[in-house]
């Protein structure tokens, strides 16, 4: 008998010539889907750690707007709420204003993607025992090449935050923290990426020790019931309702002790513009009376944060967080130093959020702008001057009590006129 000869399997392509391939790499994240991979960007043709810019995966080496090249992933749809929106879904005149839109969720998929390749990755790597700094710089790095940082251009949206147990927000090491994360640590992964200044804001929560399950699924799931709520004409406050009814119906037993999982009430998602992460409306995440409406064309961070602490946050700690004022009043400076790290911020962040550390980074925040040479040197009486007069303003950690435990989880979406798109949704969460 002859032996037949095993015909080789031709790996598929993608549209621009990269070779898909087969994640393999399990999630093992507490509270990440069943079934996500860590590595599942290697179906789009990605490498495993992965290189090669999102835009490359999708466009090829050119990058162009025709109708002929393959979309970014579009996101999760779903439908607006209200009876008063049951038309839209199916409305031609809808749809035509959709496809004049047509540029704007182009950036933000684009921006959606790169994110999700970033977190899976950080995911496989993010154990107890790592240093939160190289933590960061790694996620940083992963995020500069596959958003192919170009100053204000394309680059990192904010910090990368890793707020720990009773920090709840705004936290990132500044250079000489050297925090290690531990088992019993709950982490909130809060980053962001922006294409022609639109951010994509999306966070979740990383613990090991499967007693803090139920504190990550009630915030999990009153995140996602916020997602549900959401959408045009509906009010603020309703979806704040639709959140707390759903964090508070949890508790989490501790140690023997069970404690009700709580809102943070003053903290809230928000509205993002261009360049400008908090565009003006908050979304609560607690019941209140803000009648208030979302609209139309907005873009919302839907988050929420449980804690197991009092529910309500101040602001403690060594900052690490800074951000221009959108709307900066002109001051006449009279330090010679503050004039020069003035600069330094205008072109390297205009007005999104930067850290102490990228400042002391040999690129000084971003390499395409100010190449090998970009580093501060002394530069916090600077800084501090810029904050005193109201042109940079300063982001402490917040934190609830000493010994609670606070969780996140956050998506950004876009109301279309006919759906609504959860854009950061993955199969991670």
Known sequence: KKKKKKKKKKKKKTASGHTKGTPTQKAEGRMLTEGSFTDYYVTHGQTEPPSIPVVNLFRGDEETTTSSVPPFPVGEIQPHPLESNSHRISSEELRHNERLEANLYDKLRHASEVHRQVRHYAQSFIKPGIKLVDMCERLEETNRKLVQERGLERGIGFPTGCSINHVAAHYTPNVGDDTVLQYDDVMKVDFGTQIDGRIIDCAWTVAFNPKYDMLLEAVKEATNAGIKAAGIDVRLCDVGESVEEVMESYEVELDGKTYPVKCIRNLNGHSIGPYQ??????????????????????????????????????????????????????????????????GHINKTFGTLAFCR?????????????????GKQEKYMGALKNLCDVGIVQAYPPLVDVKGSYTAQYEHTLVLRPTCKEILSRGDDF
């Open 277 to 342: 992460i908090h565009a003006g409306k908050s979304v609560p995440i607690v019941k209140c009376d803000d009648q208030t409406k979302m609209e139309e064309g907005e873009i919302f961070a839907i988050e929420t944060f449980g804690t197991t602490g009092r529910g309500y946050i101040v602001e403690d700690l060594e900052c690490s967080h800074y951000m221009k004022n959108f709307n900066a009043p002109h001051v006449p400076l009279r330090l010679p130093r503050s004039k020069k790290l003035l």
């Open 357 to 373: 550390r990228w400042l002391e980074r040999e690129d000084g925040g971003s390499f395409t702008v100010n190449g090998n040479k």
